[in-house]
DNA sequence: CTTAACTTGGACACGCCTGTCTAAGATAGC
DNA sequence: GCTATCTTAGACAGGCGTGTCCAAGTTAAG
């Protein structure tokens, strides 16, 4: 119930619930025996989501090895992560919590980078020209472009990953990053 | 009036009618005597963008200089446009055109873009590790991302203005590019 | 002053979504 | 077989936004 949530939100951030219900194979009713309201819904789904990448992201050790390893494996799980929840960048996450929070709403990812990145610039590998907040801020909407490319079927999720993580390392790396070939095929304009 | 559309979808990309009218010092009724309908009134809006745009963008001359700094001519001018109108940044205009049309609906943008994006790149001035479909994509993210941090009151003007123009040209040069130190004290953690 | 153009307030139909209620059906466990 | 639990269908109220109609008011121009 809550997967058809995430699916279908993932796809439509204006779902309503007689969408999620005929998605979940129930009916609108149903949700509502579950859950007393949309807001108890989305809330649910959040802390199902929020519990998930937490797990994943926290299984990571991201503060032994130098910094730019580091982002190398945040860049890895958080991308695989949007690929299996694109609801995560959706701004249904982001309508969830209006009051003046974070900078931003993805909390358990944002922390972690935050620190991460903090840790980066005070050991003088990572770029720091600019204020923390908009290299977050930065990665999380090269996030978002990669995954929209993706949903888009503009790029093949190979492709978009690589963009992504690339590109990130470009960002904030402060010397040119040696450009790890990775696995894929960088054909430069094969886009499915 | 339309002035008054640009100013509340920029802050409120789901203004009603009623919101866009009280905006513009009139009623909801004196809205539909002008626009038969939301649709058109969106449109409306979108076609003075659009003009607006254009006209900015195509007063540059990116053909003549090398392809790199014309990239920087197209980011000053770029920022500025965002700068005057955020509601460009809203999903209201990229909601307006759901058929297939390009990657984006940024039409005027983009097109230009992807045209000295395509220069950069023969010239073996710009990366061209990915598709250009995904340098288009990431520099408009990004571009949503100062912004963001703008309106969010993360950043100043001109420290979001210089954050988006230095994290373009990492990503796209080829070379360092010997990092400008632009008109804009960039102390690194100043904000607001 | 009188007319034409524009604006206003009131009212209403329609559609969509949320949230609630109730009676009837299905299902599993005792 | 009977009962507790879950699900379903139908219906309904309330809220909100869109779009339409119309009568009355305002304003500027002839």
């Excluded at 998605?23 to 609108?28: P, Q, S, T």
């Excluded at 969830?96 to 990812?109: I, M, N, S």
């Excluded at 801020?137 to 929209?148: D, N």
């Amino acid at each position: 119930m809550l997967d058809a949530a995430i699916a279908v939100l993932g796809r439509q951030a204006e779902a309503s619930i007689e969408d999620i219900a005929v998605a979940a194979g129930v009916v609108r009713q149903t949700v509502y025996a579950h859950f007393p309201s949309r807001k108890a819904l989305l809330g649910a789904m959040i802390d199902y989501l929020t519990a998930e990448v937490a797990s994943t992201l926290d299984a990571l050790d991201l503060k032994t090895p130098p910094a730019d390893e580091a982002l190398r494996r945040w860049l890895s799980a958080s991308w695989s992560i949007i690929e299996r929840y694109p609801v995560l960048l959706s701004p249904v996450i982001a309508d969830a919590a209006p009051p003046g929070d974070e900078y931003d709403r993805h909390r358990p990812v944002t922390a972690q980078l935050m620190e991460l990145v903090r840790r980066g610039r005070r050991t003088g590998v990572f770029e720091a020209r600019h204020p923390e907040a908009w290299i977050v801020t930065a990665v999380i909407a090269l996030g978002h472009a990669a995954g929209q490319q993706l949903t888009a079927g503009q790029m093949s999720p190979n492709e978009a990953g690589a963009a992504y993580r690339d590109s990130v390392l470009r960002l904030v790396l402060r010397q040119p990053a040696a450009e790890d070939g990775s696995s894929t095929k960088t054909t430069s304009s094969g886009a499915q």
